[in-house]
């Protein structure tokens, strides 16, 4: 088993680096992309941007975050382009900047690539790039958001979590929080907006919590349940109550997923279960194999489900 996942791993590095993605179709684009890079620390970050155009004063950022052995290209081609079209359509900036050796060093203590055993100052990369965003681009102090598949969506908790001042919220995709024992966060803050999306049939993150592991073999580390995960958020006295539950639209009944989505009132705090879905971005592409990943959902795009929730006022 150990030799047949070093063998598909091989092909999985394959994959990721050469694409089995559709790519963002540029020409039906208004903006511009750049790569652009910053120092944080001692060392120079890169970051791809992609600005619409007329660009407003006091715009929105949204900060999208790959996943392990991705980059920010790989994550914006995984996405199917949507967070660019939302772009254009509410005119807000989007980055997607690239972990150090292709991770992030989230809040997982398990992993060992480099940015977890370096111990990167990714808080501190990122804090400095929505500086840089903010005095390049004028952009809202008060409008900063964060998207992230798989490790992108645990540094997404880790920055909710160590950076509540900066951020207005997050959605976890691909991703359950760290047990306990296994986390070097502080506790989960409240105040900041979080939704969390999580399929039932994720091969890598495991929706009712336990060893997340790439290939059936390489662990990760022990994760919550994707609702534990959700309720971690929750303000004490929300934690008590039935959440509201809707069964979204089933738009593509081909797809083998239907969506559920839970909200706790006023609590600023939603649970996405996709039923049938995979380790992969709601509305996005098949960028690997089923027996990999597991399936992409259809049924609705996740960039235009976390505007809505992320730009709603506050009840």
Same mark, same amino acid.
């Given at each position: 088993?150990?030799?047949?996942?070093?063998?598909?791993?091989?092909?999985?590095? *394959?994959? #990721?680096?050469?694409?089995?993605?559709?790519?963002?179709?540029?020409?039906?684009?208004?903006?511009? *992309?750049? *790569?652009? !890079?910053?120092?944080?620390?001692?060392?120079?970050?890169?970051?791809?941007?992609?600005?619409?155009?007329?660009?407003?004063?006091?715009?929105?950022?949204?900060?999208?975050?790959?996943?392990?052995?991705?980059?920010?290209?790989?994550?914006?081609?995984? !996405?199917?382009?949507?967070?660019?079209?939302?772009?254009?359509? +509410?005119?807000?900036?989007?980055?997607?900047?690239?972990?150090?050796?292709?991770?992030?060093?989230?809040?997982?203590?398990?992993?060992?690539?480099?940015?977890?055993?370096?111990?990167?100052?990714?808080?501190?990369?990122?804090?400095?790039?929505?500086?840089?965003?903010?005095?390049?681009?004028?952009?809202?102090?008060?409008?900063?958001?964060?998207?992230?598949?798989?490790?992108?969506?645990? #540094?997404?908790?880790?920055?909710?979590?160590?950076?509540?001042?900066?951020?207005?919220?997050?959605?976890?995709?691909?991703?359950?929080?760290?047990?306990?024992?296994?986390?070097?966060?502080?506790?989960?803050?409240?105040?900041?907006?979080?939704?969390?999306?999580?399929?039932?049939?994720?091969?890598?993150?495991?929706?009712?919590?336990?060893?997340?592991?790439?290939?059936?073999?390489?662990?990760?580390?022990?994760? #919550?349940?994707?609702?534990?995960?959700?309720?971690?958020?929750?303000?004490?006295?929300?934690?008590?109550?039935?959440?509201? #539950?809707?069964?979204?639209?089933?738009?593509?009944?081909?797809?083998?997923?239907?969506?559920?989505?839970?909200?706790?009132? !006023?609590?600023?705090?939603?649970?996405?279960?996709?039923?049938?879905?995979?380790? *992969?971005?709601?509305?996005?592409?098949?960028?690997?194999?089923?027996?990999? +990943?597991?399936?992409?959902?259809?049924?609705?795009?996740?960039?235009?489900?976390?505007?809505?929730?992320?730009?709603?006022?506050?009840?």
């Amino acid at each position: 088993m150990r030799r047949l996942a070093l063998i598909v791993a091989g092909f999985l590095c *394959t994959a #990721m680096a050469t694409g089995l993605t559709c790519r963002a179709d540029d020409a039906q684009l208004t903006g511009r *992309t750049a *790569t652009e !890079s910053i120092t944080s620390g001692t060392m120079e970050r890169t970051y791809l941007t992609y600005t619409p155009a007329n660009l407003p004063e006091s715009a929105a950022l949204l900060i999208v975050l790959h996943g392990s052995l991705g980059t920010g290209q790989k994550v914006r081609e995984q !996405s199917g382009g949507q967070f660019d079209r939302l772009a254009d359509r +509410v005119k807000c900036m989007v980055v997607y900047p690239d972990g150090h050796d292709k991770h992030w060093n989230d809040c997982r203590t398990v992993p060992k690539d480099k940015a977890h055993e370096l111990n990167m100052d990714d808080v501190g990369f990122i804090t400095a790039l929505i500086d840089t965003c903010r005095e390049k681009n004028h952009i809202s102090p008060d409008r900063v958001y964060l998207a992230g598949l798989s490790n992108g969506g645990h #540094m997404c908790f880790r920055l909710a979590s160590e950076m509540p001042d900066k951020i207005r919220g997050i959605a976890a995709m691909g991703a359950c929080m760290p047990v306990p024992s296994q986390s070097k966060c502080p506790a989960a803050r409240t105040g900041v907006k979080v939704m969390i999306v999580n399929g039932t049939e994720d091969p890598i993150n495991p929706f009712e919590g336990g060893t997340v592991r790439l290939l059936w073999v390489f662990s990760k580390g022990e994760v #919550m349940s994707s609702l534990e995960s959700a309720r971690s958020w929750l303000r004490a006295e929300d934690r008590v109550r039935r959440p509201d #539950m809707v069964m979204l639209p089933d738009t593509d009944p081909g797809d083998g997923c239907t969506v559920e989505r839970l909200e706790w009132g !006023s609590s600023g705090v939603r649970h996405y279960i996709v039923h049938g879905g995979g380790h *992969t971005i709601p509305g996005g592409t098949q960028y690997l194999p089923l027996f990999i +990943v597991g399936r992409t959902c259809r049924d609705f795009e996740i960039a235009q489900e976390m505007w809505a929730f992320f730009e709603a006022p506050s009840r």
